[in-house]
């Protein structure tokens, strides 16, 4: 988000968490949408409607399997793409891929790609090819793998330090107004009471 919510944001926003689907929520998201900036809009509605447990539904280390959840596949690959940036953002491409998360890379290369961030997809497609043709979805193979593009030392050589050298930093206004773009037009969310059951 481009700033931390004030406080009649938070507690509107912690109100419509805690609020069961229905005409009171609609009421309470109506609110806080004249509140909110429109680069905050679908980082909102994400968080809003819990789409986080979806990543830990959704992806296994045998793949992605969009009918575990109730969600459009579309709003699954923005959920991914947005919070796979955030960690890649903090904690670096090594962390990303070395740790459970690492198993949405392809799908967040999917975003990229159909959401015309191009030098994202090629940058996140140049850092996938590295673990070879087939991505492996299990964090240890891909620790393996990572553990042979290292030197002596854990992280000693980081294959991905051009990426990040370049400036690589997902999360961008460039960022922020895709993700409003795919969530209005690519899934039809025009308010922050929409949800899909």
């Known amino acids: 988000m481009t700033s931390d919510l004030n406080l009649e944001e938070g507690d509107l926003l912690k109100q419509i968490i805690a609020s069961p689907l229905g005409s009171v929520r609609d009421s309470l998201a109506d609110k806080l949408e004249k509140l909110i900036s429109k680069n905050d809009f679908y980082h909102i509605w994400l968080l809003i409607n819990s789409t986080y447990k979806d990543l830990e539904l ?19 690959l923005l959920r991914a793409a947005d919070f796979g940036s955030l960690i890649i953002d903090n904690a670096g491409f090594w962390e990303f891929f070395r740790e459970d998360i690492g198993v949405i890379a392809p799908e967040m290369l999917e975003w990229f790609e159909r959401a015309g961030l191009d030098d994202k997809a090629e940058m996140m497609r140049w850092a996938i090819a590295l673990f070879g043709r087939i991505y ?19 992280g000693e050589i980081d294959v ?7 400036g690589f930093s997902i ?6 107004d895709a993700a409003n773009i795919w969530i209005r037009d690519v899934c039809n969310v025009t308010r922050l009471s929409k949800y899909f059951a």
Not at 66 to 75: A, E, G, M, V
Not at 171 to 176: I, Y
């Open 58 to 76: 959704c992806w296994t280390y045998d793949g992605f399997d969009p009918t575990r959840s109730k969600l459009p596949r579309d709003i699954l």
């Open 160 to 166: 991905f330090a051009p990426l990040e050298r370049n």
């Open 136 to 154: 492996p979805r299990d964090f240890k193979a891909r620790n393996q793998i990572l553990s042979k593009l290292e030197g002596s030392f854990p």
């Open 171 to 176: 999360h961008c206004n460039r960022f922020d």
